[in-house]
Structure formats: C-alpha cells, structure tokens
C-alpha cells in the first residue's frame, strides 16, 4: 500500500463548476499538509499549506484535512480554464516537513 | 526574485551514457532537493542538501547516479551510466529549510533510448 494515495484522474469539469480534489494517506506522522499545482512541462508551485485538522481557505482554494479518517482535500469554487493542471498532494512528517511524500497528481481539466 | 534555474531543459542520450544536470537555487535556501518525476508519478526526493551538507540520499542509486552542492549554492545531479529506467523529469527545489513549502525550477527532461 502507498503511503499516499490520490485519483490520476483525469477530472473534466465545465467552467464554474465546483471542483473537489482528494488524497488519503496512511502514516499518522504526516502532520504537515500541502497542495501544489504543476502545469503542463513546469515544476509544480505551492498553492496551499496546512499543519492542522481543519480548514484553510484562500481565494477560490479550500484545503481541508481530516486527521482522523487520514483523508485531505482540495476545493476549487469557480473554477477557471486556467486551473487546467495536475494537482499534487504533499504530505509531511515532524521534524522533517520539508521532506515531501508527493501523491500520484490529479489532472484537472476546465472546459469553456 | 530569480526563481530556481535549471539546465538544461531537454536531454537524450542512449543506455550506458553519462548525463549532467546543473540547478541553481533562489539566493538565500540553504536547502536544496532534487527530485524525479516519472510520467504520471509524483516527485520522489533522490537527495537533500542543507547548504553543502547531505542531509537524506536514502532513495539516491548511489550505484549510478551521483550528486553534489560545491559552496552550498549550486547543484549538479550525474548519472552514470544511465538506464532506460531513467526516463524522467528531475526536478531542483530549494527552500529555507523546516518547512514543505519548496520552490521548484521547470525540471530538466531526460529521455533514455
């Protein structure tokens, strides 16, 4: 079993639509928290960071965790042609959160 | 700000070939990381640098591929002799260390025939 765990997609959606983007992890010592967004024959960019359980919102992005089921997600209100990309969720240990376990990405596309 | 740079963009080589691949950070990251992205994958960490010191080379074939951080600023990534196995994109990231918020250069693309 992967220690992170994402769909690969890929997720078509009409422009507008509300978008939700989900990874499950296995290790309880993530404990850290990120998406980052990687276009077509770039690097991926940080787009959302979480420590804690709970929400995080930022714009038309919410990043939500849920320790206890071990699953986090991301929410695209609105979404924009523009936000046709792979998704990647990044998981982080304590003590070593800059040490990333990436998942699969999901690649998104936004229709017109 | 000057974000991470990497060269060269593209490669091909044959089996058994060497390859190099030089990153430099964003000024200031003491940290720095090279990762591979196979198609469809995710980036996995092949070695991590905090300034010119090793601190995790744990997934590196160190059999092949090598890496090294001269004055704890630039970077270059070796693999010696490559496979095709190695087909990839590698990534450069640098940081300031203590946290997963990294910044990634636009990859150099390997393609192994």
């Known amino acids: 079993q992967k220690e992170v765990e994402q769909d690969p997609g890929p997720l078509s959606v009409p422009e507008g639509a509300i978008v939700s983007l989900n990874c499950t992890y296995s290790?309880?010592?993530?404990?850290?928290f990120m998406w980052y967004r990687q276009y077509s024959r770039k690097g991926p960019e940080l787009l959302m960071y979480?420590?804690?359980?709970g929400n995080k919102e930022d714009g038309r992005f919410t990043a939500q965790v849920d320790k206890s089921s071990k699953y986090i997600s991301l929410f695209i209100r609105d979404s924009q042609p523009s936000d046709s990309a792979t998704y990647l969720c990044?998981?982080?240990?304590?003590?070593?959160?800059?040490?990333?376990?990436f998942g699969t990405g999901t690649r998104l596309q936004v229709t017109l | 700000e000057a974000g991470v740079a990497q060269s060269p963009r593209y490669k091909i080589i044959e089996k058994r070939q060497s390859v190099a691949f030089w990153c430099n950070p964003i000024?200031?990251?003491?940290?720095l990381y090279w990762y591979q992205q196979i198609l469809g994958q995710g980036p996995k960490l092949l070695i991590q640098?905090?300034?010119?010191?090793?601190?995790?080379d744990s997934q590196l074939p160190k059999d092949r591929f090598s890496a090294e951080r001269l004055k704890g600023v630039d970077s270059t990534l070796k693999i010696q002799p490559a496979k095709l196995e190695d087909s990839a994109v590698y990534l450069c990231?640098?940081?300031?260390?203590?946290?997963?918020?990294?910044?990634f250069g636009e990859g150099s693309r390997l393609t192994v025939l």
């Open positions: 290790n309880s010592a993530f404990q850290y």
């Open positions: 979480t420590y804690s359980s």
């Open positions: 000024s200031g990251h003491a940290t």
């Open positions: 640098f905090q300034n010119n010191g090793v601190v995790d």
């Open positions: 990231a640098s940081g300031q260390g203590g946290t997963g918020e990294l910044f």
């Open positions: 990044a998981l982080g240990r304590t003590g070593t959160a800059s040490k990333l376990t």
